[in-house]
Structures are given as structure tokens and as C-alpha cells.
């Protein structure tokens, strides 16, 4: 039996790439946002349904610069997050020299929990950064509600949200900016990649000259910057990964829909329903343990899972407010955040996965 990690990175075939990159081994024109870079902008701006899109190196960098150029960074600046989710979330709240402020979740979609945002605003407030968890989208319309009532920004973290529609809008077009991360391990990928979804035109610049060392043009360099720019290679296999994504997603929903099939209604396991006019993109397959019905923890379907070959990943554990680097938050309680993060397991899903696999994992778990 062959090894079945979590993930495994979309790829165009090697020809269709190189066809792609042919260009760029004829121009000599690598990076500096060139036509490659400028083609799948725009691609990117059709597909997510959005007016405004900056693309990066990566989507963390792409983060840490959206809180920049919103002009958040503030003394004693707070910006209200989730607990669950990758902690570049919050490395990039703290980079910008602010405080997190831990909100905790709903036990249903993961997403951060809307009735425990606003007892947590303070005067100190500047933004709230929500994450749309596994693909599960936050209640963007009660979060955009407390955002105008108390004048302060949202940006989401949209990493796992890639092509995720909600009410027929792409997702991108909710809070101030969204921001998409096309890493290796998402549901699409440009290797490393990212990018800021947003739809006032004014951010486009200052996010333009931060990712661009604060260059505005030749002899003008008004404000300091850094080195985040999307180079064409990534570009490249950006625009080849998108020709392909229909393809990608209607082979994930069969191994996601193939999961619900075996795991659904088994005592002790809760799987994530979907939403209610979200169209979906099978990014993860999450599941919670309860060993007292279930029989069996967590961690123990993970060892079982190991001992086959099979590597699920416990997505996200710790929470990050129990963290080493952010327990001086830990007062900060959040027993949701806490008790999903114990028990979630996320299972093997990708393009390549069969449903002959996916029977295999489930085999595995339920004997």
C-alpha cells in the first residue's frame, strides 16, 4: 500500500508548464511584475470575482502588508482574532507591532464567533481579523455590522477559502481586504503565492510600494518596504493550476462527498455540515473525536491512521493562544477554540485521492 499524506500539491503537467514559461526564458524577464505576473492578476480578478487584487510572494507576506497599508499600525493597537487557525495569522497582527486579542469560536463551522466579538472592543480597537477555517465561511454580515458600529477594519484571513462563494459573491469581496494564500499544501497553488483581494482603490498603491522595497517610481521612495513580489515562475504555474481548477474541485468533492457517505452519523464523530449558500472547495476534510462515544481519541485514530501509512494532521493544535510564543495571552480564555483543537483530525484530501483511498482511510477508523 502506497503512503497517503494529508495533502498533495495540484500540478499542471510538465509540458503544459513549460509551454507557460516559454516566454519567460525568451524575455529574460523573471520577476518585477512582469507580463506573466500581469496575466494571471488579471485571470485571478475574473475568477475570484473581485475589482481589486495585489498579488505576492506568499500569503503571509501579503497579510502582514494589508494590516500595513490599512494604516493599523497604532501604540497599544489591538486586532481582534480567532485562536484557531495557522499562526502566521497572528505572527502577522504582532509583526505589525499589535496586540491579539483572543475571540473564541462557534462549535459548528470553527469560524470566530460574531456574539463574542464586541465585549472585547475596547478603545484600542483597530481591526477585526476573522479566518474563514477550513473553507467554512465567517458570518461576514454580523461582523461587517460591529465593524461600522465601532468604526474599525476587517480583513480576513481567506487562506483556505480560494474560489469559495458565499450568496453568489466571491468571497473576497467581504471586510476591508481579504487575503488568499497559494501555498503548496492549498487548493490551488503557484508554489509559494498569495495575494490581497480588496475593492477601494486607494490601498492599491501603498500595497503596490510595500511589496516593491516603498518604491513609487525611479526617484521616489516615500515610505519603507520590503521585498514581497510575486515572481513569474510562480505566476506561471498560477495561470496553468486555474485552467485546471474545475477539474481539481469535482475530484475533491468526490472524496469529500465519499467521506460523508462512510463517516456521517457515526457515533462520536462530527463532521463540518455544509453552509447554507456557500458554494464550497473541498479544501479539508476536518473531523472531531468524542472518545467517550466514539471510543478511541484523537490522538489514537492518529497513531492508528500512522501505523498504515496514512498521515492525517491535527489542524490546528495547539490553539494559538496555548502556544509557547503567545501564552502571555493566555488568560485570554477561549474553551471552544480549546476542546475542537484537541479533537479535530484533518483527513487525507487532495486531487489524486481515489474513493478506493478514501474507503481504505475510512476502514482504518471505523474498525
Given at each position: 500500500?502506497?503512503?497517503?499524506?494529508?495533502?498533495?500539491?495540484?500540478?499542471?503537467?510538465?509540458?503544459?508548464?513549460?509551454?507557460?514559461?516559454?516566454?519567460?526564458?525568451?524575455?529574460?524577464?523573471?520577476?518585477?511584475?512582469?507580463?506573466?505576473?500581469?496575466?494571471?492578476?488579471?485571470?485571478?480578478?475574473?475568477?475570484?470575482?473581485?475589482?481589486?487584487?495585489?498579488?505576492?510572494?506568499?500569503?503571509?507576506?501579503?497579510?502582514?502588508?494589508?494590516?500595513?497599508?490599512?494604516?493599523?499600525?497604532?501604540?497599544?493597537?489591538?486586532?481582534?482574532?480567532?485562536?484557531?487557525?495557522?499562526?502566521?495569522?497572528?505572527?502577522?497582527?504582532?509583526?505589525?507591532?499589535?496586540?491579539?486579542?483572543?475571540?473564541?469560536?462557534?462549535?459548528?463551522?470553527?469560524?470566530?464567533?460574531?456574539?463574542?466579538?464586541?465585549?472585547?472592543?475596547?478603545?484600542?480597537?483597530?481591526?477585526?481579523?476573522?479566518?474563514?477555517?477550513?473553507?467554512?465561511?465567517?458570518?461576514?454580515?454580523?461582523?461587517?455590522?460591529?465593524?461600522?458600529?465601532?468604526?474599525?477594519?476587517?480583513?480576513?484571513?481567506?487562506?483556505?477559502?480560494?474560489?469559495?462563494?458565499?450568496?453568489?459573491?466571491?468571497?473576497?469581496?467581504?471586510?476591508?481586504?481579504?487575503?488568499?494564500?497559494?501555498?503548496?499544501?492549498?487548493?490551488?497553488?503557484?508554489?509559494?503565492?498569495?495575494?490581497?483581494?480588496f475593492h477601494d482603490k486607494a490601498y492599491g498603491?501603498?500595497?503596490?510600494?510595500?511589496?516593491?522595497?516603498?518604491?513609487?517610481?525611479?526617484?521616489?521612495?516615500?515610505?519603507?518596504?520590503?521585498?514581497?513580489?510575486?515572481?513569474?515562475?510562480?505566476?506561471?504555474?498560477?495561470?496553468?493550476?486555474?485552467?485546471?481548477?474545475?477539474?481539481?474541485?469535482?475530484?475533491?468533492?468526490?472524496?469529500?462527498?465519499?467521506?460523508?457517505?462512510?463517516?456521517?452519523?457515526?457515533?462520536?464523530?462530527?463532521?463540518?455540515?455544509?453552509?447554507?449558500?456557500?458554494?464550497?472547495?473541498?479544501?479539508?476534510?476536518?473531523?472531531?473525536?468524542?472518545?467517550?462515544?466514539?471510543?478511541?481519541?484523537?490522538?489514537?485514530?492518529?497513531?492508528?491512521?500512522?501505523?498504515?501509512?496514512?498521515?492525517?494532521?491535527?489542524?490546528?493544535?495547539?490553539?494559538?493562544?496555548?502556544?509557547?510564543?503567545?501564552?502571555?495571552?493566555?488568560?485570554?480564555?477561549?474553551?471552544?477554540?480549546?476542546?475542537?483543537?484537541?479533537?479535530?483530525?484533518?483527513?487525507?484530501?487532495?486531487?489524486?485521492?481515489?474513493?478506493?483511498?478514501?474507503?481504505r482511510i475510512c476502514d482504518i477508523i471505523l474498525?
Open positions: 500500500m502506497k503512503r497517503i499524506n494529508v495533502t498533495r500539491s495540484s500540478m499542471p503537467s510538465l509540458e503544459e508548464y513549460e509551454e507557460e514559461i516559454r516566454p519567460i526564458f525568451e524575455s529574460h524577464q523573471l520577476t518585477n511584475m512582469g507580463p506573466v505576473y500581469k496575466k494571471f492578476q488579471k485571470q485571478l480578478i475574473e475568477y475570484l470575482q473581485v475589482p481589486e487584487l495585489s498579488l505576492f510572494v506568499n500569503g503571509h507576506m501579503a497579510l502582514e502588508m494589508a494590516i500595513d497599508a490599512l494604516g493599523l499600525k497604532q501604540e497599544q493597537g489591538e486586532v481582534i482574532t480567532t485562536p484557531f487557525t495557522f499562526v502566521s495569522t497572528t505572527h502577522a497582527i504582532s509583526r505589525n507591532r499589535l496586540k491579539p486579542v483572543f475571540c473564541d469560536i462557534r462549535p459548528d463551522d470553527y469560524t470566530i464567533d460574531p456574539a463574542k466579538i464586541e465585549p472585547l472592543i475596547t478603545e484600542h480597537t483597530v481591526a477585526i481579523i476573522p479566518v474563514h477555517v477550513y473553507g467554512n465561511v465567517c458570518d461576514v454580515e454580523a461582523i461587517q455590522k460591529i465593524a461600522e458600529q465601532h468604526g474599525i477594519k476587517v480583513i480576513y484571513d481567506a487562506a483556505h477559502a480560494f474560489g469559495v462563494t458565499y450568496k453568489g459573491k466571491g468571497i473576497g469581496n467581504f471586510g476591508d481586504a481579504s487575503m488568499f494564500s497559494f501555498h503548496a499544501t492549498k487548493v490551488f497553488n503557484t508554489i509559494e503565492g498569495g495575494a490581497i483581494a498603491m501603498p500595497l503596490h510600494e510595500l511589496k516593491n522595497f516603498g518604491i513609487h517610481d525611479e526617484e521616489n521612495i516615500p515610505a519603507i518596504g520590503a521585498n514581497a513580489k510575486m515572481n513569474e515562475f510562480a505566476a506561471a504555474m498560477g495561470i496553468c493550476n486555474l485552467r485546471r481548477m474545475d477539474e481539481c474541485l469535482r475530484r475533491r468533492k468526490a472524496a469529500h462527498d465519499r467521506y460523508f457517505e462512510r463517516l456521517s452519523g457515526v457515533k462520536g464523530i462530527k463532521l463540518c455540515e455544509p453552509q447554507k449558500e456557500v458554494v464550497p472547495n473541498y479544501a479539508y476534510m476536518p473531523v472531531c473525536f468524542d472518545e467517550t462515544e466514539f471510543g478511541a481519541t484523537r490522538d489514537e485514530v492518529f497513531r492508528k491512521l500512522a501505523a498504515h501509512d496514512i498521515y492525517a494532521r491535527k489542524y490546528f493544535y495547539p490553539a494559538v493562544n496555548e502556544l509557547n510564543c503567545y501564552k502571555c495571552y493566555s488568560d485570554q480564555k477561549t474553551p471552544i477554540a480549546h476542546r475542537i483543537s484537541t479533537h479535530v483530525l484533518t483527513l487525507p484530501i487532495f486531487e489524486e485521492l481515489s474513493t478506493d483511498e478514501v474507503d474498525h
